[in-house]
C-alpha cells in the first residue's frame, strides 16, 4: 500500500517562514515527478511547485516564485517546500502528490488532481 505523509504546517505570522516535508512509503520518489499542491477555503486546488524526476529542478506557481523552494533529499527519500516570506493568501491546506507515470513536471502540471498518489495534507496558516 501505498501512502504518502506531509508534516511541517502550523500557524505562522506573515513574513515568517515553514518547511513542510514529505515522505511515501510503497513508492520511491526516486523516479518520479512530486509536486506540492494547495487548497484554500471555497478555492479550486492549485499547483505550487514541482520536482522533476530527472535533473531534479524545480518550477513553481508564479505567486511564490522568490519565496518558496522544493527540493529532494535522496538520502532521506523527503521532498521539502521550504516557504519563506509567507503571506496571509499562502493559508491552505498543502498536499504533496506524485504518480508513477509522471517523470516531468510538465506531465504532473496537465495531470493535475488525477495524480496517483496523494497526501493526507498539512494545513497552513499564516496571520496578518
Known amino acids: 500500500e501505498v501512502q504518502i505523509v506531509e508534516s511541517g504546517g502550523g500557524l505562522v505570522q506573515a513574513g515568517g517562514s515553514l518547511r513542510l516535508s514529505c515522505v511515501a512509503s510503497?513508492?520511491?520518489?526516486?523516479?518520479?515527478?512530486v509536486g506540492w499542491f494547495r487548497q484554500a477555503p471555497g478555492k479550486e486546488r492549485e499547483r505550487v511547485s514541482c520536482?522533476?524526476?530527472?535533473?531534479?529542478?524545480?518550477d513553481y506557481e508564479d505567486s511564490v516564485k522568490g519565496r518558496f523552494a522544493t527540493s529532494f533529499d535522496n538520502a532521506k527519500k523527503t521532498v521539502y517546500l521550504e516557504m519563506n516570506s509567507l503571506k496571509p493568501e499562502d493559508t491552505a491546506v498543502y498536499f504533496c502528490a506524485a504518480d508513477p507515470r509522471i517523470f516531468a513536471c510538465e506531465g504532473l502540471a496537465h495531470a493535475g488532481s488525477s495524480l496517483m498518489y496523494w497526501g493526507q495534507g498539512t494545513q497552513v496558516t499564516v496571520s496578518s
Open positions: 510503497g513508492f520511491s520518489f526516486d523516479d518520479y515527478a
Open positions: 520536482i522533476s524526476e530527472s535533473d531534479r529542478i524545480a
